[in-house]
């Protein structure tokens, strides 16, 4: 008799470019992704700088001064 218990999968998460369900798990060759398309899709938008990540600046803009007078 076979073993009829289906292998362990990872957690089923959502595709950040197209929002297909997709397991997490070494079977996965594009995860996060559901497919190359969708990993190269978010990499060109990193590419063509869509995705910003926000500077922090201080707010006088200035840097913290040398002098303790």
């Given at each position: 008799m076979g073993n009829d218990i289906p292998a362990q999968r990872g957690p089923l998460v959502k595709c950040p470019t197209c929002g297909r369900n997709v397991h997490y798990d070494s079977g996965s060759p594009f995860r996060p992704f559901?497919?190359?398309?969708?990993?190269?899709?978010?990499l060109g938008?990193?590419?063509d700088e869509s995705y910003r990540?926000?500077?922090s600046t201080p707010r006088d803009g200035g840097l913290p001064s040398d002098s303790d007078d």
């Open positions: 559901c497919s190359e398309r969708c990993r190269l899709i978010d938008t990193w590419a990540i926000p500077e």
